[in-house]
């Protein structure tokens, strides 16, 4: 006990200090996981009913009725209620599911015990970070029951639809409150990235350089930064629009604008100002999503392929540079918004460059790969489903990055299926993959491994089967966000792949729900783990006892003599040497040890 | 720990392999069905460049997904086999880092290029159309004989004067406008200028390679040459409200003879509505 945080860390706590307000970053870390899986399950349903409308436009469903009256009335979804359902799913998983989980959740579980640290460096404004963004939360599920529904503008909020009251149901009440929960959200990641980037700065253990961190970290140090960096615009961007839709003020409000035969008084605003600043965030926050994916789907397939990872600067370079490119690419979203075609240019060298960093992760993945012993359990399976998706997600982002060719895509399905794939489906994964690989460190017990490669199995192929198709929907000229495509003659012949995304989209949200099961029986039921390191992997957190206390170790923190991606050392009579290991010295880099 | 070295009821490995496969094999064919629009503007470059890319990114789509089954396959955990601990290498590094921009950098130049030239501005002799979005119809003002638009105003939007046009101005009086129905000439350079009244909305024509959004209180526009006379539709692509998936409009693009008689009869029935 070589520290003084023990002394609040071993003593007997209240539940309320233990549960609900704790200091412990691998409890706040659970709470935020929690959060995340019931905004998952909300998020989730709204998706399923946004495809149950696409699949079978127009039908009559007395049952979902009963529990929507209002935007199933007379059974048939209302196109307001459609344009709600999409703008909610996206908010809801972007930001409170795909954030919160990978980074708050596994951010705030790993890096301490990744770098060897009792806690993170400011574990009160931890807690803050986590209770400040439940309020966000309540807000946004509070905003479905307020007159006129929750936000209807899409998750980017575009005004006027989100500046004026008229211009749509959700403008009222909803929108408002969408913008107050952006500002607890952001107020919270803020606080969650300072912790971050201070806390691995500066608590890190004797011998963990930087260029020993595992890339978990990496990512999670990147993202910290990215957090800190982009979502300030948010913040601001939210409370001028909370200006212009109260006050009366006319930053993204132009002259002239005319709805429900009313002429509104504002003068000199810029709606593509609005877009600029949300945009600014809004990639970034992409990055945010992927790269703790990226982290963990490398440490993962270091620890199940038996290999160290490949090209570790290289990867270390690539999440640098994908971080600060990241901030330099926004005005992709926005080619044919009206913004100067020249800005565009710009925008596409910035784009396309971002595309060799994230060529170079998955050859090194690949390369990860080559002369493997591959132990196939859940949590690799997952792994490689992220680089799969990665792949498909990646390539059609040269479509989409090229301006010219952005034209007639821009705005269809082939977005919502490239994002879906890139950024939604390596967030998703990642966050599955993590959560099976880290269970037993969590709760000293392993989840299901049958029941995991089940749910692996229904969630790899349903994602294809609901994403891959939506390149066609995109391909053949099908918009986003239309509640019903066969208004249009040309879409048409389109409805049979709607059809069948919406069965692939029901298995897969069906096959989460195994997941919640698995995750909850196996917390109290499942396999009890018996070693520290069960998975027999290298990096510092295997090093804690089964189930780590406050404070984490309980003697010493151990120093780290390596990097943490020392499997099948050739001086080392194990498969596995840990970072905690003195022995045997680490082999020189540049291709030495070459192969054994 | 699970014993992780088990034989397994289902070979996780083969089974990845064979469904990464099956993957590619369908996602593939399928490009075949699924085309876009047919084409009936002389954005053909947009096409090429298409399926340039198509083909550039479909290979390495087959390419690398087929090697990741492949090693998912090949290197399963097998008793006795050996692993590497080859981990590093400048050389690999800078062949892919390299490799991949070279792929990339003809991409973006052709894709500049193309930019600049879809971009370009409207040659004199174009045909000028101004297309007004409104949550949720589009209307398309003609200039007239005159060539020339007569002035809007946002305080004169009423019912009765859904453009706002300044009736004082003296260009504004052989101007016309028909609601969700554009008529255009073919093989005759076109300038369509967008404004907004309320939000944003997306002039998206899917047989043209044209999309260009509407934004409140700026002047946006497209120019291209529709190639082909025929009847298509035109979408709105950026959500603009609760009617956003109906707010579609027809286009009509006739022979040259045809579009002069079709201006007439227009001009003769605004000039019939405007005399007393």
């Not at chain 1, 344009?83 to 599911?97: D, E, Q």
């Not at chain 1, 994230?358 to 792994?383: C, D, E, G, H, Y």
């Not at chain 1, 269809?412 to 959560?435: D, E, K, N, Q, R």
């Not at chain 2, 069905?33 to 298409?50: F, H, N, V």
Request: proline share 6%.
């Amino acid at each position: 006990m070589s520290e003084g945080h023990d002394d609040h860390g071993h003593g007997k706590q209240s539940f309320i200090r233990t549960y609900l307000f704790s200091f412990d970053h691998k409890m706040i870390a659970k709470q935020y996981l929690t959060l995340a899986m019931s905004m998952a399950l909300v998020g989730g349903l709204l998706a399923m009913l946004v495809r149950l409308q696409l699949g079978w436009p127009g039908t009559q469903w007395p049952l979902v009725e009963k529990l929507f009256p209002v935007g199933m009335a007379s059974g048939v979804m209302t196109p307001e209620f459609y344009i709600m359902l999409f703008t909610m799913h996206g908010t809801i998983m972007v930001f409170f599911v795909l954030s919160l989980a990978p980074v708050s959740g596994f951010g705030n579980f790993l890096i301490p015990l990744q770098i060897g640290a009792r806690d993170m460096a400011f574990p009160l404004l931890n807690m803050l970070s986590f209770w400040t963004v439940v309020p966000g939360a309540i807000i946004i599920l509070i905003s479905f029951l307020v007159e006129g529904g929750a936000s209807a503008s899409g998750w980017t909020a575009n005004p006027p639809l989100s500046a004026i009251r008229s211009a749509i149901p959700g403008s009222g009440t909803g929108q408002t409150l969408w913008i107050v929960g952006m500002i607890f959200f952001v107020a919270s990641f803020t606080m969650g990235g300072l912790n971050f980037v201070v806390t691995i700065f500066s608590l890190r253990t004797k011998g963990l350089s930087m260029m020993r961190l595992p890339l978990t970290t990496w990512a999670q140090f990147t993202v910290g930064v990215l957090g800190l960096l982009s979502f300030p615009a948010l913040t601001a961007a939210v409370i001028l629009l909370l200006f212009d839709r109260g006050l009366g003020t006319s930053f993204y409000l132009p002259k002239g604008i005319f709805i429900g035969e009313t002429l509104f008084p504002h003068e000199g605003g810029a709606p593509l100002l609005w877009q600029h600043l949300f945009w600014f965030l809004g990639h970034p926050e992409v990055y945010i999503i992927m790269l703790p994916a990226m982290g963990f789907a490398s440490d993962i397939i270091a620890t199940f392929s038996r290999r160290p990872i490949f090209g570790y600067r290289a990867m270390v370079y690539a999440i640098i540079s994908i971080g600060t490119l990241s901030f330099l690419v926004w005005g992709h979203h926005m080619f044919v918004s009206g913004m100067s075609p020249f800005l565009g240019s710009a925008f596409v060298l910035t784009t396309l460059a971002i595309a060799i960093p994230s060529a170079v992760k998955t050859f090194n993945w690949l390369a990860t790969l080559w002369q493997a012993r591959i132990r196939f359990t859940t949590p690799m399976l997952f792994a490689l489903g992220i680089v799969s998706l990665f792949v498909t997600g990646g390539l059609t982002g040269v479509f989409l990055g090229t301006n010219a060719t952005d034209i007639q895509l821009h705005d269809t399905y082939f977005v919502v299926a490239h994002f879906h794939f890139i950024m939604a489906g390596a967030g998703l994964f990642g966050a599955l993959a993590a959560v099976y690989y880290w269970f037993p460190k969590m709760y000293g017990r392993f989840m299901s491994e049958g029941l995991g490669k089940v749910h692996f199995w229904l969630t790899f192929l349903a994602y294809y089967g609901t994403f891959f198709p939506m390149h066609y929907l995109g391909i053949a000229g099908m918009m986003r966000r239309i509640y019903d495509p066969n208004t249009y003659e040309y879409l048409k012949p389109l409805q049979p792949v709607n059809t069948f995304i919406t069965i692939c989209a029901f298995v897969l949200g069906s096959a989460q729900l195994i997941f919640v099961a698995n995750y909850f029986w196996s917390m109290f039921k499942g396999k009890k783990c018996t070693e520290s390191n069960p998975w027999q992997s290298n990096s510092l957190e295997w090093s804690t006892p089964v189930v780590p206390g406050h404070g984490n170790w309980e003697g010493d923190i151990p120093e780290v003599h390596r990097w943490p991606y020392d499997y099948n050392h050739p001086d080392d009579k194990a498969d596995f040497t840990p970072q905690w290991k003195a022995t045997p010295a680490k082999v020189s880099a540049g291709g030495v040890g070459a192969r054994r | 720990m699970p014993d992780q070295n088990a034989k397994p009821y289902v070979n996780h490995g083969m089974a990845m392999a064979i469904s990464i496969w099956a993957i590619i094999l369908i996602s593939v064919l399928f490009f075949f069905k699924y085309q876009i629009p047919e084409l009936a503007s002389d954005r053909s470059g947009l096409d090429t460049l298409y399926y340039v890319i198509l083909g550039i990114t479909g290979a390495a789509f087959v390419l690398v997904q087929l090697v990741l089954g492949l090693y998912i396959w090949r290197f399963r955990h097998r008793e006795g086999a050996v692993g590497s601990y080859w981990h590093e290498s400048h050389k690999v590094e800078m062949i892919w880092t390299l490799g991949t921009a070279v792929v990339l950098i003809p991409i973006v130049f052709s894709g500049l290029a193309l930019w600049n030239r879809v971009q370009a501005a409207p040659p004199d002799d174009a045909f000028v159309v101004e297309a007004v979005g409104a949550q949720f119809q589009w209307d398309f003002r003609y200039p007239g004989s005159d060539g020339e638009f007569g002035e809007f105003r946002p305080e004169l939007y009423s019912l009765s004067n859904p453009l706002g046009i300044d009736p004082a101005d003296s260009a504004s009086a052989d101007d016309f406008y028909r609601t969700n129905q554009l008529v255009l000439p073919v093989n005759r350079p076109i300038h369509i200028q967008l404004r907004s009244k309320d939000v944003q909305h997306a002039f998206f024509l899917p047989n043209f390679r044209v999309k260009q959004d509407l934004v409140p209180g700026m002047a946006t526009s497209v120019t291209f040459t529709p190639i082909k006379v025929g009847e298509y539709e035109i979408a709105c692509a950026e959500l603009c409200g609760l009617g956003h998936y109906r707010m579609r409009a027809f286009l009509s693009v006739k022979s040259e003879a045809d579009f002069q008689n079709w201006l007439s009869e227009q001009a003769a029935a605004t000039a019939a509505s405007v005399s007393p």
